[in-house]
């Protein structure tokens, strides 16, 4: 009798694994871009001396699928800075894995994206409460890990999140 892993299974093994190990890039490295595994992979020093775009999202969120492709876009032209996603999705990882995957795919994205099921790094950026508020919540950072500006929804409100974005990246970068 051989053995037989199903595709969830697989995904549960991996990124079983992937913990175990500590996940995500070694020696400083930047994490590849898609679904890497679960938050505790993440840590912020391996972006060191860069601008970062930190985004907590979620697959149920509408306003995060409005600001999703103006991150990708942001990734695309601006490769000093890093964006990186969080998904606060909750829920059994072996169902949780399979949608985040088909969600980076459908929205083609092409930043590291981390799974925080119980918000241990999203409670960082919630202020006094115990858990994010708003969905998206977008903090950007700068160069030397300072939070420069955490936008609570969508930033821009009704605007191009783009535009807001890409104006504040290059304040940044610029030395504003």
């Known amino acids: 009798m051989g053995l037989r892993v199903s595709r969830i299974g ?3 093994l991996v990124l079983a694994a992937w ?3 500590g996940g995500g890039p070694e020696g400083g490295a930047e994490a590849e871009s898609g679904f890497v595994g679960g938050v505790e992979g993440f840590d912020l020093t391996h972006y060191e001396g860069r601008v970062v775009v930190l985004n907590f999202w979620a697959t149920w969120c509408g306003p995060c699928r409005i600001e999703i492709p103006a991150l990708v876009r942001l990734r695309q032209d601006f490769e000093e800075v890093a964006v990186v996603g969080i998904s606060i999705d909750r829920g ?6 399979p949608v985040i995957e088909r969600f980076v795919s459908t ?10 099921a119980e918000q241990k790094v999203a409670r960082d950026y ?7 508020m ?24 009704g605007l191009d999140p783009y535009e807001v974005l890409a ?6 970068l610029d030395g504003a």
Not at 134 to 156: F, H, N, S
Not at 167 to 172: K, R
């Open 134 to 157: 708003y969905v998206p919540t977008t903090a950007v950072i700068d160069r030397e890990g300072r939070l420069v500006k955490l936008y609570q929804g969508v930033p821009g409100r």
């Open 10 to 12: 697989l995904a549960v």
């Open 92 to 97: 059994p990882v072996e169902q949780i894995v």
């Open 19 to 21: 913990a175990c190990t």
């Open 167 to 172: 104006a504040e990246v290059e304040a940044l």
């Open 107 to 116: 929205f083609e994205i092409n930043y590291p994206i981390y799974l925080d």
């Open 126 to 132: 919630a202020g006094s409460a115990p858990f994010l």
